[in-house]
């Protein structure tokens, strides 16, 4: 498979969850586990541009596609995708621990939704779970990614 | 122009952003290369003897090092008895390896007492084998019945700790409280449910020994505490410990000091001379870390007719679950702040302990606050409905007057500044609550389906409880003319490191981005507190305000030095970070001159502050919920909120907390709730049943500014951290039965689920 | 949190994947977008031995007409359904409730397939199924054969499916009145129905009611003999056995049933 852009290959357990995949064994431990029944979205990460939830896809079921997770967002120079940016101008994170799956998620729904509403925001993020920021600031940094115009 | 009081994005995003944070499983230190993986495997009955436990399956398993269980602790010093009287007033106790009758083994012995219980620990080479070899531990257990309900403790049947003779751990109950001379007088028995913190990221802890020295990452609030802890559970020297908090991802005072199983783990790697890491699942944080809250209130309200309050009784029963690690703290608050921002003549509080086959209690957003203001907050409501008068009119009519300041109040609390009816009449305002009430009562008389209920909630709180403890603050000017802040403080989100940088750049003119601010490693700052208690910028921020103020004096002296005049003509232009000689600017020297002057002493300050006392935040919220009354749907559609938490230093930072505060509040008075069965089986254990909030249950929220500053510190500053959720939630649970009270509902008990809701409108319906 | 070990086994067609499963008898499971599955193994509440991964066989993810009636490939995923132009128009009621399912990630991956054959009494698709009349596609290694809605949900979390049998395709005939809704109450939006209600026209199916997806008979014969929607709603409970939980008990179904109905055939009429 890819992973932001770059082929990867490794022999894992048949078992072996994306998650893990990218975490323990390509290195990008931006990604966090936050649950074990699909439900917080912490491990959000693109599949062939689509948010999914890397805890609920096996490492064998990615084989052959491409996985984008935070880490690949930033531009080659260093600077940060839009959405990233939209996140530190609204202050959208605090502990930081659910940022990289909500950025995704995020990232995900502009590319199908370019112009959301704050309703369908609220919708758009129903899987991701954050406990510190209340979502009001993560729902300003989507709506103000999305005023920018360039959320792609 | 002060950069404090600005609006600063935070530094502490960019990496978050980009790199992700290094939370303890995400560290790759050289330290744990290779270490082994800890599964525990936990008890799965509420109550049960163990008569065994066999481990031979599991350590033919593959990949395992060992499993271990209480009999393989014996190389740690037993625990010391509990003190006398409990834990010292005003500190946060931390858990601790307590001994006398009310024991917590580190492992269980003899028998369990609440699903999620450690039994035996499980190390193996990953994680994935961990799983399956903790699945081939087998333990027999002979289950006992078990104890879920307060009335069931207190009545006795069947005792936990069968040589305490009782459930009940510490009891100060209420006295009958002084209800002669009122007109009305309304009482009730309320629930202030358990619910869990659910932090994002929930326990984790990795140790190492080397040479007899012991690392340990944890994820935890308070690195130097934790240390100390462990010092005292091993029975070594402190300097044989180093802890390190790298990111943490929240805690919500759930990760204060650190946890018995962190503990474990690090007794594990001595034991085994292993490197070791230990990261919990989702699952097993909702049973094994402490759950908030769970008390009962028994209130009573009585007053005139035209609106007085002039006596208020609350009774409390706390359900500390299956061990008393906290013993009498978390109620003693919730006394100590029952009578909120009232002035009531005579106020009755008392509480009772008492140990359920569940998971332990301990502090949770709040701490025995949320539970205060909740109980007071439904009972102005009752008494308002009593005698017919809008809610917010009554508190108005009962709120300390501005003029009172400081207050003592009846409960023993000393308020030191507060603008109570200036916060209400903000948020009333702000609300436009006039227009809400017009409008709930057309819904009313068009007898919609869909009717509109609006909450008020008024509030005090107390944070920097325990401000004796005070905080730790070294600031140093490196001689390239940077700042080097170690800070006792221990941020898990809150922002610390951007807040330290602008009290650097306020007080001495070194740009934000020359601030380095340093915390969580007790190896740099070997004695701090740590943040919990919303105490962070109150103490620790104002520890670095002091050093800094320190570090100025020091360079004044060197710069006058350096430049052969006298101290008195000595100006920090704070604009350019330069020394000069007042009216010659052509005199200026940078901080890494003056730092460069100061030789090998360097130029730098420690600073350990303590405040006289505690201060006080206080604030109103207005909810406005919806409630559709054929289904019992609530729908939270505005919050507004008033949160005085003195003067405001980062208003990007404060609102931040407001916002988190109000969504946990929220989330107690609408859908949060750990439930168990009557074995004590919890019905709630993974995240698909506990119905933490999301952003669809929310809405926006309305936050208007108040900084009604205090004197109990230079800065002016109280804590922010908890008030929203201790205004949020009375105002969500009073906004829900404020919908449906034209039908005849009194009170809803929280969560104000749909089935809840429904029940009540149905049971109010058929009473008429 | 990790699935019991496995043997992980790819098929590139359907003919393999039929063969693979035959090979793993009992022990072996399809994964398709693993959405039900992976979940339950997660939590070692399943335990097969071997996976059959088909969720390559792109020629089972399709919407199209077919010989009058719509053919949805049970590999397509919700989020395809939901975004399906074709289904807007024909299957507005199908593109709804796909659209509801779960959240945006799992919608990206669970399929239609994956949640018919799951058939958790809660899920939003079955009651849909039933409701429109649907006719399931089952290939398996005898041959094809078709199982019409009313007779594919045979229990809890069971099918009339045989082991080894593949469902292909799920064929819904044009509905005859125009008029939809989908009635789905929750404590969350990301929470399964407490209880649902799928409405076709005059034909009512409910979520979470039962051990399987039910029609509400009743209420479909109170209209069919003229009585107003709101009367006929009265009826919803009737034949159900409603199972009780943390979030409501058996009365409390009952109740939302009712209401339910009626508003489904109130939005659906406004509809029509």
């Given at each position: 498979?890819?992973?932001?852009?770059?082929?990867?290959?490794?022999?894992?357990?048949?078992?072996?969850?994306?998650?893990?995949?990218?975490?323990?064994?390509?290195?990008?431990?931006?990604?966090?586990?936050?649950?074990?029944?699909?439900?917080?979205?912490?491990c959000t990460v693109l599949l062939d541009g689509q948010s999914v939830k890397s805890c609920t896809v096996l490492a064998a079921q990615a084989d052959g596609h491409q996985v984008t997770t935070v880490e690949g967002l930033a531009n080659g120079d260093g600077e940060m995708h839009p959405v990233q940016r939209a996140f530190h101008a609204e202050h959208g994170l605090q502990c930081g621990f659910c940022t990289p799956g909500m950025v995704m998620a995020a990232v995900s729904l502009l590319a199908e939704n370019p112009r959301p509403t704050e309703e369908q925001v609220r919708t758009g993020l129903e899987g991701n779970l954050c406990r510190c920021t209340g979502y009001h600031n993560i729902v300003r940094a989507v709506l103000a990614a999305a005023e920018g115009?360039?959320?792609? | 122009?002060?950069?404090?009081?600005?609006?600063?994005?935070?530094?502490?995003?960019?990496?978050?952003?980009?790199?992700?944070?290094?939370?303890?499983?995400?560290?790759?230190?050289?330290?744990?290369?290779?270490?082994?993986?800890?599964?525990?495997?936990?008890?799965?009955?509420?109550?049960?003897?163990?008569?065994?436990?066999?481990?031979?399956?599991?350590?033919?398993?593959?990949?395992?090092?060992?499993?271990?269980?209480?009999?393989?602790?014996?190389?740690?010093?037993?625990?010391?008895?509990?003190?006398?009287?409990?834990?010292?007033?005003?500190?946060?106790?931390?858990?601790?390896?307590?001994?006398?009758?009310?024991?917590?083994?580190?492992?269980?012995?003899?028998?369990?007492?609440?699903?999620?219980?450690?039994?035996?620990?499980?190390?193996?080479?990953?994680?994935?084998?961990?799983?399956?070899?903790?699945?081939?531990?087998?333990?027999?257990?002979?289950?006992?019945?078990?104890?879920?309900?307060?009335?069931?403790?207190?009545?006795?049947?069947?005792?936990?700790?069968?040589?305490?003779?009782?459930?009940?751990?510490?009891?100060?109950?209420?006295?009958?409280?002084?209800?002669?001379?009122?007109?009305?007088?309304?009482?009730?028995?309320?629930?202030?449910?358990?619910?869990?913190?659910?932090?994002?990221?929930?326990?984790?802890?990795?140790?190492?020994?080397?040479?007899?020295?012991?690392?340990?990452?944890?994820?935890?609030?308070?690195?130097?505490?934790?240390?100390?802890?462990?010092?005292?559970?091993?029975?070594?020297?402190?300097?044989?410990?180093?802890?390190?908090?790298?990111?943490?991802?929240?805690?919500?005072?759930?990760?204060?000091?650190?946890?018995?199983?962190?503990?474990?783990?690090?007794?594990?790697?001595?034991?085994?001379?292993?490197?070791?890491?230990?990261?919990?699942?989702?699952?097993?944080?909702?049973?094994?870390?402490?759950?908030?809250?769970?008390?009962?209130?028994?209130?009573?309200?009585?007053?005139?007719?035209?609106?007085?309050?002039?006596?208020?009784?609350?009774?409390?029963?706390?359900?500390?679950?299956?061990?008393?690690?906290?013993?009498?703290?978390?109620?003693?608050?919730?006394?100590?702040?029952?009578?909120?921002?009232?002035?009531?003549?005579?106020?009755?509080?008392?509480?009772?302990?008492?140990?359920?086959?569940?998971?332990?209690?301990?502090?949770?957003?709040?701490?025995?606050?949320?539970?205060?203001?909740?109980?007071?907050?439904?009972?102005?409501?009752?008494?308002?409905?009593?005698?017919?008068?809008?809610?917010?009119?009554?508190?108005?009519?009962?709120?300390?007057?501005?003029?009172?300041?400081?207050?003592?109040?009846?409960?023993?609390?000393?308020?030191?500044?507060?603008?109570?009816?200036?916060?209400?009449?903000?948020?009333?305002?702000?609300?436009?609550?006039?227009?809400?009430?017009?409008?709930?009562?057309?819904?009313?008389?068009?007898?919609?389906?869909?009717?509109?209920?609006?909450?008020?909630?008024?509030?005090?709180?107390?944070?920097?409880?325990?401000?004796?403890?005070?905080?730790?603050?070294?600031?140093?000017?490196?001689?390239?003319?940077?700042?080097?802040?170690?800070?006792?403080?221990?941020?898990?989100?809150?922002?610390?490191?951007?807040?330290?940088?602008?009290?650097?750049?306020?007080?001495?003119?070194?740009?934000?981005?020359?601030?380095?601010?340093?915390?969580?490693?007790?190896?740099?700052?070997?004695?701090?507190?740590?943040?919990?208690?919303?105490?962070?910028?109150?103490?620790?921020?104002?520890?670095?305000?002091?050093?800094?103020?320190?570090?100025?004096?020091?360079?004044?002296?060197?710069?006058?030095?350096?430049?052969?005049?006298?101290?008195?003509?000595?100006?920090?232009?704070?604009?350019?970070?330069?020394?000069?000689?007042?009216?010659?600017?052509?005199?200026?020297?940078?901080?890494?001159?003056?730092?460069?002057?100061?030789?090998?002493?360097?130029?730098?300050?420690?600073?350990?502050?303590?405040?006289?006392?505690?201060?006080?935040?206080?604030?109103?919220?207005?909810?406005?919920?919806?409630?559709?009354?054929?289904?019992?749907?609530?729908?939270?559609?505005?919050?507004?909120?008033?949160?005085?938490?003195?003067?405001?230093?980062?208003?990007?930072?404060?609102?931040?907390?407001?916002?988190?505060?109000?969504?946990?509040?929220?989330?107690?008075?609408?859908?949060?709730?750990?439930?168990?069965?009557?074995?004590?089986?919890?019905?709630?254990?993974?995240?698909?049943?506990y119905a933490a909030i999301t952003a669809t249950e929310l809405p926006s929220f309305e936050l208007l500014e108040s900084e009604t500053p205090t004197p109990i510190n230079p800065l002016g500053v109280k804590g922010i951290g908890e008030a929203g959720t201790i205004g949020a939630t009375p105002a969500v649970q009073n906004a829900v039965i404020d919908a449906v009270s034209h039908l005849g509902v009194r009170h809803i008990d929280m969560p104000t689920t749909p089935a809840r809701v429904w029940a009540a409108i149905k049971e109010a319906r058929n009473s008429q | 949190m990790i699935p019991a070990p496995f043997t992980y086994q790819r098929a590139g067609s359907v003919d393999e994947a039929l063969s693979l499963a035959a090979q793993g008898g009992e022990d072996a499971k399809f994964l398709a977008g693993g959405h039900s599955l992976l979940p339950l193994m997660k939590l070692r509440l399943a335990v097969p031995e071997v996976l059959v991964d088909i969720g390559r066989l792109s020629e089972l993810s399709y919407v199209r007409e077919d010989n009058g009636h719509i053919a949805v490939g049970a590999l397509t995923t919700h989020h395809d359904l939901a975004n399906s132009s074709l289904l807007g128009g024909e299957l507005p009621l199908l593109a709804h409730a796909a659209g509801q399912v779960g959240d945006p990630q799992i919608r990206h991956r669970g399929t239609i397939g994956?949640?018919?054959?799951?058939?958790?009494?809660?899920?939003?698709?079955?009651?849909?199924?039933?409701?429109?009349?649907?006719?399931?596609?089952?290939?398996?290694?005898?041959?094809?054969?078709?199982?019409?809605?009313?007779?594919?949900?045979?229990?809890?979390?069971?099918?009339?499916?045989?082991?080894?049998?593949?469902?292909?395709?799920?064929?819904?005939?044009?509905?005859?009145?125009?008029?939809?809704?989908?009635?789905?109450?929750?404590?969350?939006?990301?929470?399964?129905?407490?209880?649902?209600?799928?409405?076709?026209?005059?034909?009512?199916?409910?979520?979470?009611?039962?051990?399987?997806?039910?029609?509400?008979?009743?209420?479909?014969?109170?209209?069919?003999?003229?009585?107003?929607?709101?009367?006929?709603?009265?009826?919803?409970?009737?034949?159900?056995?409603?199972?009780?939980?943390?979030?409501?008990?058996?009365?409390?179904?009952?109740?939302?049933?009712?209401?339910?109905?009626?508003?489904?055939?109130?939005?659906?009429?406004?509809?029509?």
């Amino acid at each position: 498979m890819t992973v932001n852009g770059k082929t990867v290959d490794a022999e894992v357990p048949d078992r072996t969850l994306l998650v893990h995949l990218l975490r323990d064994v390509v290195g990008l431990t931006a990604t966090n586990v936050g649950c074990d029944t699909t439900s917080c979205g912490a491990c959000t990460v693109l599949l062939d541009g689509q948010s999914v939830k890397s805890c609920t896809v096996l490492a064998a079921q990615a084989d052959g596609h491409q996985v984008t997770t935070v880490e690949g967002l930033a531009n080659g120079d260093g600077e940060m995708h839009p959405v990233q940016r939209a996140f530190h101008a609204e202050h959208g994170l605090q502990c930081g621990f659910c940022t990289p799956g909500m950025v995704m998620a995020a990232v995900s729904l502009l590319a199908e939704n370019p112009r959301p509403t704050e309703e369908q925001v609220r919708t758009g993020l129903e899987g991701n779970l954050c406990r510190c920021t209340g979502y009001h600031n993560i729902v300003r940094a989507v709506l103000a990614a999305a005023e920018g115009g360039d959320s792609q | 122009m002060s950069i404090l009081g600005t609006r600063v994005v935070r530094i502490e995003d960019p990496r978050l952003l980009t790199a992700g944070g290094t939370y303890v499983d995400d560290l790759r230190v050289p330290q744990l290369t290779g270490a082994a993986r800890v599964t525990f495997v936990r008890s799965h009955h509420g109550h049960a003897l163990i008569k065994g436990v066999d481990a031979s399956a599991a350590l033919a398993a593959p990949g395992v090092i060992a499993v271990l269980t209480y009999q393989d602790i014996n190389d740690i010093p037993p625990p010391p008895p509990p003190p006398e009287g409990g834990p010292p007033p005003g500190s946060e106790a931390a858990p601790l390896p307590m001994g006398g009758v009310w024991q917590e083994p580190l492992l269980a012995v003899d028998r369990v007492r609440f699903v999620g219980e450690p039994v035996a620990m499980v190390l193996t080479d990953d994680s994935y084998q961990g799983e399956d070899a903790a699945e081939l531990v087998s333990v027999d257990y002979e289950p006992l019945p078990a104890i879920v309900e307060p009335a069931d403790a207190l009545a006795g049947q069947t005792l936990l700790f069968p040589d305490a003779g009782s459930n009940v751990v510490v009891a100060h109950p209420a006295g009958d409280g002084a209800f002669d001379g009122c007109d009305v007088v309304v009482g009730r028995d309320i629930v202030n449910q358990r619910v869990a913190p659910v932090p994002m990221e929930g326990r984790a802890a990795a140790a190492m020994w080397v040479d007899g020295r012991l690392t340990v990452w944890v994820s935890t609030q308070n690195a130097q505490i934790s240390r100390f802890v462990m010092a005292g559970a091993f029975g070594v020297d402190p300097d044989a410990i180093r802890v390190v908090a790298p990111d943490v991802g929240g805690g919500f005072g759930a990760k204060v000091a650190i946890d018995r199983d962190a503990i474990l783990v690090a007794w594990a790697a001595r034991h085994t001379g292993r490197a070791l890491r230990w990261v919990e699942t989702r699952s097993e944080n909702l049973v094994g870390m402490t759950h908030g809250r769970a008390q009962q209130h028994s209130i009573k309200i009585g007053g005139t007719r035209d609106g007085r309050v002039l006596a208020y009784r609350l009774d409390v029963v706390q359900d500390t679950g299956a061990y008393p690690r906290m013993s009498g703290f978390l109620p003693t608050l919730t006394n100590l702040m029952a009578v909120g921002p009232y002035d009531i003549a005579h106020v009755e509080v008392g509480y009772r302990v008492v140990v359920t086959n569940t998971t332990p209690i301990a502090a949770y957003r709040g701490a025995g606050r949320p539970e205060a203001t909740a109980a007071i907050e439904r009972a102005m409501d009752l008494f308002a409905r009593a005698i017919g008068m809008d809610p917010a009119e009554v508190r108005r009519r009962n709120l300390v007057p501005s003029d009172r300041f400081p207050y003592q109040t009846p409960c023993g609390a000393h308020y030191d500044s507060g603008d109570y009816v200036g916060a209400l009449d903000k948020v009333l305002a702000g609300s436009g609550y006039a227009g809400l009430r017009a409008e709930q009562a057309r819904r009313r008389e068009r007898g919609d389906a869909v009717q509109l209920g609006i909450g008020v909630a008024s509030y005090v709180e107390i944070t920097a409880a325990d401000a004796d403890n005070g905080e730790t603050a070294r600031v140093v000017i490196n001689g390239d003319g940077t700042a080097t802040v170690y800070t006792g403080s221990s941020p898990h989100g809150q922002g610390h490191y951007t807040a330290w940088s602008m009290l650097v750049q306020s007080d001495l003119g070194i740009p934000m981005d020359k601030v380095t601010v340093l915390h969580g490693d007790t190896d740099q700052i070997p004695l701090a507190t740590g943040t919990y208690a919303s105490r962070s910028l109150q103490l620790g921020g104002v520890a670095v305000h002091k050093a800094d103020l320190e570090v100025k004096e020091q360079a004044r002296r060197l710069a006058a030095d350096m430049m052969e005049a006298s101290e008195a003509d000595l100006e920090l232009d704070i604009d350019r970070g330069r020394w000069h000689v007042r009216g010659d600017p052509g005199s200026a020297r940078t901080w890494a001159e003056v730092a460069s002057h100061a030789g090998r002493e360097g130029l730098a300050a420690a600073v350990h502050f303590t405040e006289a006392q505690p201060t006080f935040p206080f604030g109103s919220h207005v909810a406005v919920a919806e409630v559709d009354t054929e289904t019992g749907k609530v729908t939270l559609v505005r919050h507004v909120t008033v949160d005085d938490a003195g003067i405001v230093v980062n208003p990007v930072l404060t609102e931040g907390q407001r916002h988190g505060g109000i969504a946990q509040g929220a989330a107690q008075a609408l859908l949060e709730e750990m439930v168990y069965d009557a074995d004590g089986n919890p019905l709630t254990g993974t995240l698909a049943d506990y119905a933490a909030i999301t952003a669809t249950e929310l809405p926006s929220f309305e936050l208007l500014e108040s900084e009604t500053p205090t004197p109990i510190n230079p800065l002016g500053v109280k804590g922010i951290g908890e008030a929203g959720t201790i205004g949020a939630t009375p105002a969500v649970q009073n906004a829900v039965i404020d919908a449906v009270s034209h039908l005849g509902v009194r009170h809803i008990d929280m969560p104000t689920t749909p089935a809840r809701v429904w029940a009540a409108i149905k049971e109010a319906r058929n009473s008429q | 949190m990790i699935p019991a070990p496995f043997t992980y086994q790819r098929a590139g067609s359907v003919d393999e994947a039929l063969s693979l499963a035959a090979q793993g008898g009992e022990d072996a499971k399809f994964l398709a977008g693993g959405h039900s599955l992976l979940p339950l193994m997660k939590l070692r509440l399943a335990v097969p031995e071997v996976l059959v991964d088909i969720g390559r066989l792109s020629e089972l993810s399709y919407v199209r007409e077919d010989n009058g009636h719509i053919a949805v490939g049970a590999l397509t995923t919700h989020h395809d359904l939901a975004n399906s132009s074709l289904l807007g128009g024909e299957l507005p009621l199908l593109a709804h409730a796909a659209g509801q399912v779960g959240d945006p990630q799992i919608r990206h991956r669970g399929t239609i397939g994956g949640s018919l054959v799951h058939s958790d009494p809660a899920g939003d698709l079955p009651a849909v199924i039933l409701v429109l009349d649907a006719t399931l596609v089952a290939r398996g290694p005898s041959g094809s054969r078709e199982i019409p809605a009313g007779e594919f949900f045979e229990g809890l979390f069971e099918t009339a499916l045989a082991p080894g049998e593949l469902l292909t395709e799920i064929r819904i005939p044009r509905p005859a009145q125009a008029g939809w809704s989908f009635q789905k109450f929750t404590k969350r939006a990301i929470d399964w129905a407490i209880v649902g209600a799928a409405v076709q026209g005059d034909q009512v199916a409910l979520v979470h009611m039962g051990s399987t997806p039910l029609r509400a008979s009743a209420v479909e014969q109170a209209l069919a003999g003229g009585a107003a929607p709101a009367e006929a709603a009265a009826r919803a409970a009737d034949g159900t056995s409603p199972p009780e939980d943390i979030n409501a008990d058996r009365e409390y179904r009952e109740h939302l049933a009712r209401v339910l109905v009626a508003r489904g055939l109130a939005e659906a009429r406004s509809r029509a």
